[in-house]
Structures are given as structure tokens and as C-alpha cells.
């Protein structure tokens, strides 16, 4: 029952929450990116970001060789988080640790389908694993980059990966041959939301109601800005959200941004996210998209007791895309465009 999380809650879940909360409070601050935007060399990004949390991480930078590059920087911050939530999986039981692989079934289809995008291009398969997002990794990718044809592949999917169920249920092997990347990697990702949201319905209390908040906000605003046809829009928004019913209705007929806008809103918390845009501004609409996702990770701060807290793994995200967005102003010598696209945390 919602409220008594407290009685039970540290039994399994007290220490790791207590980590994750550590983790929260070494993001960056304002003023870590106040200074990072003052950075005039990657070296110089290097040696702030040493005094931070990620001072660990970067000791293995001394022995590289320069010009430093921006993808070792996002690499390297990347590695840290890849290694916080491996412990936490490691430390973590029954439910919270399914919980956390569901937190990492985005990034496994995004590496399945760049999988098979190069199967279907004859790209390498090392230059394919070396793209592959870390957190998307799992035991048997490898062996779906030797898949000789799409049948093959298909059947790899379904035996290897924790996927399977998401295809059985929505793409057959003759879609492989000639579905779009896009609708394949959203047909799979709608799949994905919606186990997920059930997944967190049947755990109830506050992780219920936090997650239902967040997973709704990544629904609705999935299929904006897509080339997509009505037809194909239509069948790929969830079955839950804010939106949902009616607003996906409306959506699915929009033909460019301004008409996006008009039904979006009609619903107050994404009214206020447009009300910062000027008609045509199509450009920032991802940064206030991510404004508020992390201001509602933010907010699931504020409540204790329940396992929204571990998608702080957003959070750090969003942080590797600020540092790489800097890291890359700095390096093209480009720093008055480098704010354009930094979202602070706090």
C-alpha cells in the first residue's frame, strides 16, 4: 500500500538508495559548467573535470597522447557510469534489480538495431561493437554482428537477448528485410515502455506513481519532430500517457511543428514548455524537452522510499551530453554556441 514503503523499504533497498543518493549529490553543479564554458583547450576541460567527481576516471588520461579528442572525454565519463550502475546491479535483489535492467533495455535496442542496420549494409563487426552504448551491452551481442542473413539474426534476437519477448510479440523476420530503421527501433521502444510501465504499475506506492509520471513524459514526447507517415505515427504512440487517447489522435495528423504545438498545449505541463519557444524555434525544442525531463528527475529526489531515484542514470546522462556538447564548442573553438545546449541539473 502507497505510504507504507517505510516500514519494509530498507530491508533490501535502504543501502543502495543511500549510493544512489551519493551518486546524485556528485553531479555537476552550475558552477562546474560555469567554469567548464571558460575552458579554453580540452586539456583544460580535463583538468576541471579532475577536481570533480570524475578525478578517478580521468588518472588514466595522463598516459594519453595529445590533442586530447572530445570522444575520449565522453568515453571516459561514460566509463563511470557504467561502472556505478554495475555495482548497484551487483548490490541489488529482487525487484530492484530487474528494475534496473529495465533502465537499460532503451540503449539494448538502440544497439541492436544499429546491429542490424550494418548486417544489412555488410558493415564490420568490430566497428559495429565499438559503437554499441556500454550500458546496451549484454553477453551474447557479439554473436548477432556474425548473423549471416536477417532470418539468422532474428532467430539470434529471439534465443540471446533479453529483447525477445519485444519482437515475438511486434516484428517477424520478413520485417527485418524491409521495415524502416525508425519504425523497427520505435515499435520496439513502444514495446519496451509499455512492459515497463506495468512492470512499475505491480510494484505500486510511490515508485508507481513517480515512474508512471516519468515513463508518461517519454511516451507523449516520442514521435515528435519524426518523418514518419500518419498511418505509421498512429500505430506507434503507447497506450498510456497524458496524451493518450485523444492527444495521439491529433498528433498522428500533424503535419509540421506549429500543428505539434497547437495540441500539445492543450495540456498544461507541456504548455509550459512551449510557452519558452517562439513559433519556428524547431532547433530548441530538444533542450526544453530535456529541461524538463530533468527537472522531473529532479523532483523524484524530494520523496524517499521507492526505486524512481535509480533512474538518476538520466540524470548522469544528460551530464555526458552537456560535457561532450562543451567539449566539442571548446575543441572547434566555437564558445560562444556554448550554451546553447547545456541543460543544468542544478
Not at 5 to 31: K, P, Q, W
Not at 56 to 76: D, G, N, Q, R, Y
Not at 77 to 89: A, G, N, P, R, S
Request: proline share 3%; aromatic share 12%; with cysteine.
Amino acid at each position: 500500500m502507497y505510504g507504507f514503503e517505510a516500514l519494509t523499504f530498507n530491508i533490501h533497498g535502504g543501502y543502495l538508495e543511500a549510493i544512489v543518493r551519493g551518486h546524485r549529490s556528485g553531479l555537476l553543479t552550475a558552477g562546474d559548467y560555469n567554469n567548464l564554458c571558460q575552458c579554453e583547450s580540452l586539456d583544460d576541460v580535463k583538468m576541471h573535470l579532475s577536481a570533480t567527481e570524475y578525478g578517478p576516471t580521468f588518472k588514466t588520461l595522463i598516459a594519453e597522447p595529445s590533442p586530447l579528442h572530445t570522444t575520449t572525454i565522453v568515453e571516459k565519463c561514460t566509463l563511470k557510469l557504467v561502472d556505478e550502475y554495475k555495482h548497484m546491479l551487483c548490490q541489488a535483489t529482487e525487484p530492484l534489480s530487474t528494475f534496473l535492467e529495465y533502465c537499460t533495455y532503451g540503449h539494448m535496442i538502440d544497439n541492436v538495431v544499429l546491429i542490424v542496420t550494418g548486417t544489412l549494409h555488410e558493415r564490420d563487426v568490430q566497428e559495429l561493437l565499438e559503437k554499441c552504448h556500454p550500458l546496451g551491452m549484454f553477453d551474447s551481442i557479439a554473436t548477432l554482428a556474425v548473423a549471416q542473413n536477417m532470418r539468422e539474426l532474428y532467430r539470434l534476437v529471439l534465443v540471446d537477448t533479453p529483447l525477445a519477448p519485444y519482437f515475438s510479440e511486434c516484428i517477424t523476420s520478413e520485417d527485418l528485410d524491409d521495415m524502416n530503421i525508425e519504425i523497427m527501433r520505435n515499435t520496439l521502444y513502444k514495446a519496451y515502455l509499455e512492459d515497463f510501465y506495468r512492470f512499475c504499475q505491480k510494484l505500486g506506492g510511490a515508485t508507481a506513481e513517480i515512474m508512471s509520471d516519468l515513463l508518461a513524459f517519454e511516451a507523449d514526447q516520442g514521435l515528435i519532430g519524426t518523418e514518419l507517415t500518419r498511418d505509421d505515427r498512429r500505430k506507434l504512440y503507447s497506450n498510456f500517457g497524458l496524451l493518450y487517447p485523444y492527444g495521439h489522435e491529433e498528433l498522428a495528423v500533424c503535419e509540421d511543428l506549429d500543428q505539434v504545438r497547437g495540441v500539445m498545449e492543450k495540456y498544461p505541463p507541456y504548455q509550459s514548455i512551449f510557452s519558452r519557444l517562439s513559433y519556428g524555434e524547431s532547433q530548441l525544442l530538444d533542450k526544453a524537452f530535456y529541461e524538463e525531463e530533468v527537472k522531473r528527475l529532479c523532483l523524484a529526489f524530494e520523496q524517499q522510499f521507492h526505486y524512481a531515484a535509480f533512474s538518476y542514470i538520466r540524470l548522469r546522462e544528460q551530464e555526458i551530453r552537456n560535457l561532450m556538447w562543451i567539449s566539442e564548442c571548446v575543441a572547434q573553438n566555437q564558445k560562444s554556441r556554448v550554451h546553447d545546449s547545456v541543460v543544468f541539473i542544478f
